[in-house]
């Protein structure tokens, strides 16, 4: 996986990319919060679940379904984001769900569980350029310093590359008018 806080970098950078105009800033705090939650399933490792259970690490918190129901829940309390039902449904499942396909683009662990329930299977990306973050004490060493290094040039630049591109557009557009 990558550091918790790094899957928080697409909302981030999706919504500045945006603007306050179409996603506001709770919305995108949610989305940040959102594209983290997966990650909560460490908590199985300290109940005794396995890592390959359906419960266990990647599994049925990064699934479609997981996502989805995430969504449903931005649908649910879209009046304190200030946005229609549909748009904090689809911002809060992409959110969550960006966080999965991150993980499958990794270059370690079992994969995600993206189908889960309709299927066990774990899966990844066939292409996995990010360095799989260790999970615990060992983020500490110089395996954690890699995985910082290959997740700046994976994910947080492009995902500043993308925030600077959707502002500079927005202020060019917006100077027209």
């Known amino acids: 996986m990558p550091t918790v806080f790094t899957h928080a970098v697409v909302p ?103 189908w889960w329930p309709w299927s066990d299977a774990r899966v990844f990306a066939p292409w996995r350029p990010i360095a799989v973050s260790p999970i615990g004490n060992g983020f500490f060493s110089a395996r954690g310093a890699a995985v910082l290094a290959s997740e700046f040039r994976w994910i947080w630049l492009p995902c500043v590359l993308i925030a600077a591109a959707g502002f500079t557009l927005r202020r060019a557009v917006s100077s027209r008018s």
Do not use: C, E, Q
């Open 12 to 114: 981030l950078a999706a919504g500045l990319a945006l603007g306050r105009g179409r996603v506001p800033p709770r919305l995108v705090m949610a989305g940040m919060f959102a594209a983290m939650l997966p990650d909560a399933d460490v908590v199985a490792f300290k109940l005794g679940i396995a890592y390959a259970d359906d419960f266990g690490h990647r599994g049925a918190s990064h699934s479609l379904l997981f996502a989805a129901l995430v969504g449903a829940m931005g649908a649910a309390t879209h009046r304190f984001f200030g946005v229609r039902a549909w748009v904090a449904a689809m911002w809060l499942f992409v959110s969550a769900a960006s966080h999965s396909l991150l993980d499958a683009l990794t270059n370690g662990g079992l994969g995600v569980a993206l």
